[in-house]
């Protein structure tokens, strides 16, 4: 009779939806803040029009708040907070940028810290409290239960970086003997599980995990079936030592959801979960892309002494590198004065090269930290960059040597800078690949120092191969 009754209301439910409110969205189909509900938020806060605030930060995810408080700066900040501190939530705090996060915890009063940080999970309140000073982290902690503030210092005894600090403590175990009913009779009967959580994880008598089942499995089958039929086929346990980013490569690589972690003796010590990973990923993503432009882990909000520290060292590597391409223009200073048409085409060979350069750097230092790049194809790699950069610098090459003959009525001159080009391309595809590779293999981040490199060689062979062609064909 139930059945029968179900499949009914089933259909209604897909064919008449219920009404749902969406996300407002921006004209260009992103989801983001609108300038005026930031102006709108703002104007409520310079009115001191507490109510009104609360009625705008209302529908607002906690990301999108985090956004807000990232955007504006430190005596609007401020002036929110105060306004607005009432209703903090702790999952705005683990959101935001740990650039503000900071001054953000120094604002809000401290019930309403306690408050806001007991709300959180045992990883979310570790990735709060890890980059904060002593003062600031003995508030927080004092702000927890006891048994919530022994697994917190627990993950920060755990090395910076690694899976003890990203897990979470909270874990939904079963013994490997159980059946479907007895793992459902448990869950419904236990009020602190985790408000989240994806896997219940089987364990032997020695709590080592052995196998996850998937909540679905386990709704979707008999009372009567014994867990371990039902165990996923990929199982991955987590050492806590293991550096956070080999274990987001292990959830991106296997498809993982989440995944166990074990101390050293094999034993469940917690679990990390497929959003903690894929942030660490993104993390990774976002320190390639700086570190490439030689900026550092720097964000919006630095100050601008902070922002000067991380990116002067960089700067004067590049002078360095600079000076020594001006070493070798000098040693064709003759030819320079006798033929003026040199130093008006000697910048077009060395940017090409650079651009090239950067492309091939680009995409294996990308490899390199996807682990795509390997011993086993990294010859087939550089080869397929060596000959891009020569057809590459073939097709510019003809192209560059019209250019100079249109331009100079000279055509000895376009061969040469043809030529050139061809030569600064070839070696561009070559150290792009080669310089990142090596970096990597010494043990010194290829997306940190190899734009440099590549940059000083195409430099280099760029000036010397247009020079010096041009000494020996033209001169």
């Keep these: 009779m139930f059945a029968t009754n179900a499949a009914p209301r089933l259909e209604l439910a897909m064919t008449e939806p219920a009404e749902t409110h969406e996300p407002e969205v921006e004209e260009d189909g992103t989801y983001a803040l609108r300038p005026r509900d930031v102006s709108a938020i703002l104007a409520a806060v310079e009115e001191g029009d507490a109510e009104r605030l609360t009625l705008l930060m209302e529908p607002l995810h906690a990301a999108d708040i985090a956004d807000l408080l990232e955007q504006i700066d430190s005596s609007e900040r401020k002036a929110l907070l105060d306004l607005y501190h009432h209703e903090m939530d702790g999952s705005i705090l683990s959101e935001l940028d740990e650039s503000i996060r900071e001054e953000v915890i120094s604002i809000l009063r401290p019930e309403v810290l306690a408050e806001a940080v007991r709300e959180l999970d045992s990883d979310d309140v570790v990735d709060l409290v890890e980059d904060l000073d002593a003062e600031q982290q003995t508030a927080i902690l004092g702000a927890l239960d006891q048994t919530d503030r022994v697994a917190v210092e627990q993950a920060l005894s755990y090395p910076e970086f690694s899976a003890g600090r990203l897990m979470q403590r909270e874990v939904v175990m079963a013994p490997e003997h159980w059946t479907v009913g007895d793992a459902i009779d448990y869950l419904r009967g236990h009020d602190d599980l985790p408000e989240q959580f994806y896997h219940v994880v089987l364990i032997d008598p020695r709590m080592h995990p052995i196998a996850n089942v998937t909540l679905g499995k386990i709704m979707s089958s008999p009372r009567s079936k014994p867990l371990a039929e039902l165990a996923e086929t990929v199982f991955k346990a987590i050492p806590v030592s293991e550096y956070e980013g080999d274990v987001a490569y292990a959830f991106n690589q296997y498809h993982l959801i ?218």
């Design 258 to 475: 989440s995944a166990p972690v074990v101390d050293a003796e094999g034993r469940l010590v917690g679990q990390i979960t497929i959003d903690d990973a894929m942030a660490v990923l993104d993390e990774e993503h976002e320190e390639d892309i700086l570190r490439l432009a030689g900026v550092g882990d720097g964000s919006l909000n630095d100050r601008v002494f902070e922002t000067m520290k991380q990116r002067f060292p960089w700067l004067a590597v590049n002078l360095v590198t600079a000076i020594i391409a001006s070493l070798v223009i000098a040693m064709f200073e003759d030819a320079l004065t006798q033929i003026v048409a040199l130093a008006v085409l000697m910048p077009i060979v060395a940017s090409m090269g650079g651009n090239a350069g950067t492309q091939s750097l680009t995409v294996a230092v990308r490899s390199i930290a996807t682990r795509d790049l390997t011993g086993s194809n990294v010859w087939r790699v550089i080869r397929r960059e060596v000959l891009v950069g020569l057809f590459n610098g073939i097709a510019f090459a003809v192209i560059m040597a019209l250019i100079g003959i249109a331009w100079f009525g000279s055509p000895v001159l376009g061969y040469v800078i043809g030529t050139a080009m061809v030569i600064n391309l070839v070696i561009a595809g070559l150290a792009g690949t080669v310089i990142p590779v090596l970096l990597d293999k010494v043990g010194v981040d290829p997306a940190l120092a190899s734009g440099s490199f590549v940059t000083t060689v195409t430099d280099v062979v760029g000036f010397f191969a247009f020079l010096g062609l041009a000494v020996l064909w033209i001169l």
